[in-house]
């Protein structure tokens, strides 16, 4: 049962993610033609500060979702409802305190864009509403975590599908009839509203429990919780710092329209990030019930498969997208000016991509494993590392310096992590996986270098037909290499099984 669930939780995925690759890349498209690469940036700037404005959440989606396992396998619907009655009052007042906030911090805007010629009049104007609507989230999207930690994030499928078909839909038609950003955000925050009432309606029609307003959690379990939260808060603050000050350090020290080019090479990488992730992701829950019930060498032997598998996966997507996006950005989305970075530049780029790719199971086991107390230090070193780093490196560097930076500080965490979890739950050394690690990390730069030099080696002039025949080289070149190195393994076994059994299933539906 909970390897069906993981496989339907991973189908719809799948299916939302394609459809929201297709309907984003129509809708980013038509976004630069009809606006500009400026507005890209403005754009990528503001989101990232919105995510460190959301670190007020502290971490309550992944101690709520930890501390559901247990009432959910014993069915105790008493002690779920109060679980989610917290949480609920929580996410009313990380909204009120993200929009507060928001709003003082609306006179500094000035110093932290550079190289605009917006006025600044229109820049805050455009904050405040992009404030708006990640405030406005909050305000619904706790009750989707309770089927997420029951392993039925499915059960949404279908009304997501339709809102990312819908949603950048309307935003576009929008856009082109006005030709207004602002009416652009106006539309998705209306959207938004409407998206996340319906599907809280649909979740709560799936968990009666959820009816049930007057349970409340006793003082012992509210400070395990909160307990919980002061753990991973640390570790909240510092992926968002990872994955959300490059464009503030890059607006600040560069300028703005670098953020909207780096933001094309970004958009591809998160088309590809969430497909893979969505469905690594999936598993999560499998894995922290894995944890509750079964040994630590089965728990081992799940972390060891999903880094191989994401190693196939990830040298893919991350080998394509070096060869292939700057290509891609000019066919598509260099309308009146060259939109593309120095391939040194994209190499670094990609190379930290992976790096996400890979990183992705050790992560999930940690937190799965519940080791929040000591994780939260690590976590911090690697905040401080990335923002210390990135700003020496992009005085001397540049844009290349901000990356290398995030690769830096991720390193740092990774050989800390690893060691937690091995002596703190696998009661071993860590150095067989650390070992792994590098494995994959010098595969990937190799199966990397031998497709680069034999797209670049292609004698073709036509940019469209060279486009094509570097992607047929992307699909067969590491792929050629994996299933040569590893088609005898275990974990290569398992990602064909897995893949069967998926076709299998979805044929079924």
Known sequence: MRSENVIKNSVWTTINTVITILIGFISRTLFIYILNSEYLGIDGLFTNILSLLSLSE????????FNLYKPLRERDDEKIAAIMNFYKWIYRMVAGFIFVVGIILVPFLQFIIKGSTFDIGFVKIVYVLFLVKTAVTYLYSYNYT???????????????????????????????????FIAYICTEIVLTVVVNYISTSYVRKQYPVLKDTRSRLDKIETKKILKDVQNIFLGKVSTTVLTSTDNLIISSFVNVISVGFMSNYNTLINYVTTFINGSLYSAQASVG??????????????????????????????????????????????????????????????FNSFFQFIKTPLWLTITSAGLFQK???????????????????????????????????????????????FNDYFYEGSGKYLLLMLECFSLYVFEELVTYFICISIPISNIYILFVCKAVICVVVPNVINYILFRKTEEYAYLIQLVLKTLKIVRIR
């Open 58 to 65: 502290l971490g309550f989606g992944s101690a709520v979702t």
């Open 146 to 180: 309770l089927a997420v930690a029951d392993q039925r994030g499915y059960i949404t499928g279908k009304i997501r599908v339709v809102s990312n078909i819908a949603t950048p839909l309307l935003k576009i038609s929008v856009l082109a009839i006005t030709k207004s």
């Open 289 to 350: 019930n894995a944890i509750a019930s079964e040994g630590k060498e089965y728990v081992y032997k799940i972390l060891k498969k999903l880094t191989m598998i994401t190693l196939y996966i990830g040298s893919f997507a991350s080998i394509s997208l070096f060869c292939l996006s700057n290509d891609f950005i000019t066919i598509v989305w260099s309308r009146n000016e060259d939109m593309t970075l120095p391939i040194v530049t994209v190499f670094v780029i990609m």
């Open 375 to 421: 994780d939260k230090y690590i976590s911090f070193i690697g905040m401080i590392a990335n923002l210390v780093v990135s700003i020496i490196l992009v005085l001397k560097f540049g844009l290349v310096g901000v990356i290398l930076g995030t690769i830096i500080s991720q390193s740092v965490q990774m050989l800390l992590k690893a060691k937690l979890l």
